[in-house]
Each structure stands twice: as structure tokens, then as C-alpha cells.
């Protein structure tokens, strides 16, 4: 069956779809884009990522394009037209199309594209039972991580880095020598005595919906949580790492640079919480 995306009011196939050579988002990266998991054919984490996708947009000055509601039925119909029972969704959003110019266009109208693809589950928590390893790089964003725009230059370049050494995410460094956050994702550090830390939101990363789901998750089990700056030496020795996105749920990082996280192997906090989080993903979904 061929996918089927959604661009400005049209299901068409992805094959066939396009915007405009003059829409801002491919021009300027001026554009904003959200991605969802999806559970047994509902979105996960609905809320969370609806509220951030109109933070995101507000911090652009890109108006909604349709009420939320409308924008739901659209994100169901595009999973329902591809058949989606375990997935994911994309959606973006830019500025719209107009002549180039680095100005605002006075009258453009927000471009909106949509896209769903199947997930392997099984696959996932294969790769999950052994952990991926991570390499760090020099944190050389923008200063606004904190919205989620399309301008992933410095992400791709270094998570192509880390796939050409091996490894399935990067873990940014500030100057100061203190973990940011991941390529695409947020990161976490366990220490022996089973204290979890993870970067403030106050620093310039990005707010995680699947972050902002699990960090409940960590305090309902009776586990110790800070929300502080650590250094990557830090992670290095602790206990456990592990990392969250809505691609990778909670995932177990075995080795930073080829270092050894722990003994080597996703530790029993990071693969609680994967299971923790997955059920309530699984129970919350649509909701």
C-alpha cells in the first residue's frame, strides 16, 4: 500500500507530494515540527506535544493553522489512511510560501505537511535489551534548543558522525563541560546509590514530552530525582545512562565514547522505566 501524506488539505501520496520551492521551511528552516509514537493506533503523549507544538509556534510568531481539534482529526486520518498500528506521525509547520526575503511575509499562510510510517516494536525492544552506545561532541547549536524547529544542521552532522563511529546518538557538550542533551533526545544519569539526574529545563534544551511523562514515572517509583547540570566525565562513571524521545522511548546508552557505562549492559533502571513508560504510553494513548 503506498503511504499517504497530508499537505495543505490534500491527502496524496508521499510519493507524489510537494510544497512550493519558495516555502520558508525549506528556504530558511523557518519552521517549526512535532513527531508522535503511535500506540495500537492512537497518539501517544497527545497533550504534551499538541501544547508544545503552539509554544513553538507562538516563539515564531507562526499563527495555528486550524484549531487544535481540527488538526487532531487530520493527525487520526493520516494514521487511519496508512494503516498505522504501531508508528509514528510527523508534522510540520513553516511560516509559509512567499517570495525569499529574511523579513516576515506580510500575507503567507502557514504550509502544514503530515506523515505517518510503521515502527517495528519487536525490533525496538531487541535493541533496547542490549543498549546503544553514544559518542560526545561539542554543543555548537543555536541558543533557542528550546523550540523545535527544523533547523537540525548541527544534529545531523553529528549524528552522522556518530553512525560512521558506530554509535546510534550524540550527546552534546557545552563549553563548561556540562551534558546538554542529546541529537534528538534527552539524557539521564544514574548514580550507584540510584539517584537519577537529568539537565534543568532553565538550560538551553529542549522540553521532552516523553521526558515530561517519564520524570513522574521516576518519582512514582521512589527513586531520587535532581533536575541539575552534570558533567559528561560524570556520566562516564556512572551507573547507568539512558536517553528519551518519542523515537526511542527510554532507551539504555552501554557507552559513551568507548567507555563503558556500568558493566556494559542496560542497567535495571533504564529498562524499568521502559517498561513502565510504555505502559502508560500504551494506556494514556488517544487521551
Given at each position: 500500500?503506498?503511504?499517504?501524506?497530508?499537505?495543505?488539505?490534500?491527502?496524496?501520496?508521499?510519493?507524489?507530494?510537494?510544497?512550493?520551492?519558495?516555502?520558508?521551511?525549506?528556504?530558511?528552516a523557518?519552521?517549526?515540527?512535532?513527531?508522535?509514537?503511535?500506540?495500537?493506533?492512537?497518539?501517544?503523549?497527545?497533550?504534551?506535544?499538541?501544547?508544545?507544538?503552539?509554544?513553538?509556534?507562538?516563539?515564531?510568531?507562526?499563527?495555528?493553522?486550524?484549531?487544535?481539534?481540527?488538526?487532531?482529526?487530520?493527525?487520526?486520518?493520516?494514521?487511519?489512511?496508512?494503516?498505522?498500528?504501531?508508528?509514528?506521525?510527523?508534522l510540520?509547520?513553516?511560516?509559509?510560501?512567499?517570495?525569499?526575503?529574511?523579513?516576515f511575509?506580510?500575507?503567507?499562510?502557514?504550509?502544514?505537511?503530515?506523515?505517518?510510517?510503521?515502527?517495528?516494536?519487536?525490533?525496538?525492544?531487541?535493541?533496547?535489551?542490549?543498549?546503544?552506545?553514544?559518542?560526545?561532541?561539542?554543543?555548537i547549536?543555536?541558543?533557542?534548543?528550546?523550540?523545535?524547529?527544523?533547523?537540525?544542521?548541527?544534529?545531523?552532522?553529528?549524528?552522522?558522525?556518530?553512525?560512521?563511529?558506530?554509535?546510534?546518538?550524540?550527546?552534546?557538550?557545552?563549553?563548561?563541560?556540562f551534558?546538554?542533551?542529546?541529537?534528538?533526545?534527552?539524557?539521564?544519569?544514574?548514580?550507584?546509590?540510584?539517584?537519577?539526574?537529568?539537565?534543568?529545563?532553565?538550560?538551553?534544551?529542549?522540553?521532552?514530552?516523553?521526558?515530561?511523562?517519564?520524570?513522574?514515572?521516576?518519582?512514582?517509583s521512589?527513586?531520587?530525582?535532581?533536575?541539575?547540570?552534570?558533567?559528561?566525565?560524570?556520566?562516564?562513571?556512572?551507573?547507568?545512562?539512558?536517553?528519551?524521545?518519542?523515537?526511542?522511548?527510554?532507551?539504555?546508552?552501554v557507552?559513551?565514547?568507548?567507555?563503558?557505562?556500568?558493566d556494559?549492559?542496560?542497567?535495571?533502571?533504564?529498562?524499568?522505566?521502559?517498561?513502565?513508560?510504555?505502559?502508560?504510553?500504551?494506556?494514556?494513548?488517544?487521551?
Open positions: 500500500m503506498p503511504r499517504i501524506a497530508y499537505v495543505n488539505g490534500v491527502y496524496e501520496r508521499a510519493s507524489e507530494a510537494a510544497v512550493s520551492i519558495e516555502d520558508r521551511g525549506y528556504q530558511f523557518d519552521a517549526v515540527y512535532e513527531v508522535w509514537s503511535v500506540f495500537d493506533g492512537r497518539l501517544a503523549d497527545l497533550d504534551g506535544h499538541m501544547n508544545r507544538l503552539e509554544r513553538s509556534l507562538r516563539e515564531l510568531q507562526i499563527t495555528m493553522p486550524m484549531p487544535s481539534r481540527s488538526l487532531l482529526v487530520v493527525l487520526n486520518e493520516v494514521i487511519r489512511r496508512n494503516r498505522i498500528r504501531e508508528g509514528m506521525i510527523y510540520q509547520i513553516s511560516r509559509g510560501v512567499a517570495p525569499r526575503d529574511h523579513v511575509p506580510a500575507n503567507a499562510r502557514a504550509s502544514v505537511v503530515i506523515t505517518a510510517k510503521p515502527v517495528d516494536r519487536d525490533a525496538a525492544e531487541k535493541k533496547a535489551a542490549v543498549g546503544i552506545k553514544a559518542i560526545s561532541a561539542p554543543d547549536r543555536w541558543g533557542r534548543c528550546d523550540i523545535k524547529t527544523v533547523g537540525l544542521l548541527p544534529n545531523v552532522l553529528a549524528k552522522q558522525k556518530a553512525k560512521e563511529q558506530g554509535a546510534g546518538e550524540v550527546i552534546f557538550v557545552d563549553q563548561d563541560g551534558v546538554t542533551e542529546g541529537g534528538s533526545t534527552n539524557v539521564y544519569i544514574v548514580s550507584a546509590e540510584g539517584l537519577i539526574r537529568t539537565r534543568s529545563l532553565n538550560a538551553n534544551i529542549l522540553a521532552g514530552v516523553t521526558r515530561l511523562n517519564v520524570l513522574p514515572l521516576i518519582r512514582e521512589g527513586l531520587e530525582l535532581h533536575e541539575e547540570s552534570f558533567t559528561l566525565e560524570e556520566a562516564k562513571a556512572s551507573a547507568e545512562v539512558f536517553i528519551t524521545a518519542a523515537t526511542s522511548l527510554v532507551m539504555p546508552i557507552a559513551i565514547d568507548d567507555h563503558v557505562i556500568g556494559g549492559k542496560p542497567g535495571p533502571i533504564a529498562c524499568a522505566l521502559r517498561e513502565a513508560y510504555i505502559d502508560h504510553a500504551g494506556r494514556t494513548a488517544g487521551v
